[in-house]
């Protein structure tokens, strides 16, 4: 069974459009992360939900609304695709009573604006 | 932001030697760790340091906190080929209301010559 489990695992798309990436784990944590990796491989973090709480919120435009329906789930919606925002969209996720750090990551979403 | 300089950036090594990178920040953090990824995949935990000092070792891997909180390296013995991908040193930070992050080093490429 997939711990941390992503859809789809690739998306191309023209630029203008609108796009989801699902996100769901089965690992009964309760903090779940996105995660940005470029296309030299920096991994920038998002956003962070605890328990549906948005608690991490980095410098990142408006177009992108992440969504936490419930602890094992946390969705990402992108507005008004653009050039820029092609690269692996990472979901994570942890246990807060964890040893800090622990995250276990998806296997990613490689989204491709043309 | 808070940054850290993980170098090298790539290493290309023949099958059975030793190898060592390393991760400096100019921010004290907390927790250091070591992150593994594959082609395709997202980034496995391999080693997790929690305290200024720590040696840790799992399996032929061996990494160290730094005394000064601000550095960490990660050995590897006697390489074998699945030891190929991209390594990465990550600081944990607990930022506004307690939320916890980790900023992520650049990378460093492993490739191993049979």
């Known amino acids: 069974d997939t711990a941390v489990s992503q859809t789809p695992k690739y998306l191309v798309t023209q630029m203008g459009n609108d796009k989801s990436i699902k996100c769901e784990q089965n690992l009964g944590h309760d903090t779940m992360y996105w995660y940005k990796q470029d296309s030299k491989k920096f991994l920038k973090i998002m956003f962070s939900?605890?328990?549906?709480?948005?608690?991490i919120n980095e410098t990142v435009p408006n177009r992108f609304s992440p969504k936490s329906p419930d602890k094992a789930h946390l969705n990402l919606h992108i507005n008004s695709l653009e050039l820029g925002d092609s690269a692996v969209y990472f979901c994570?996720?942890?246990?807060?009573?964890?040893?800090?750090?622990?995250?276990?990551f998806g296997s990613g979403t490689q989204l491709s604006v043309l | 932001g808070q940054q850290l300089n993980q170098s090298p950036q790539s290493m290309f090594i023949q099958e059975g030697e030793d190898v060592s990178m390393n991760c400096t920040s100019s921010s004290i953090f907390n927790t250091w760790l070591w992150y593994k990824q594959d082609p395709g995949e997202g980034p496995v935990l391999l080693i997790a340091l929690y305290k200024a000092g720590e040696l840790t070792s799992n399996g032929r891997l061996t990494a160290q906190f730094g005394i000064t909180r601000k550095d960490s390296f990660l050995n590897i013995s006697a390489s074998i080929p699945s030891d190929v991908g991209i390594y990465f040193c990550a600081g944990q930070l607990v930022g506004w209301q307690g939320a916890q992050k980790l900023v992520f080093g650049q990378g460093t490429r492993l490739t191993i010559n049979p």
């Open positions: 994570a996720s942890r246990l807060e009573q964890m040893p800090t750090g622990k995250l276990f």
């Open positions: 939900y605890n328990n549906k709480e948005l608690i």
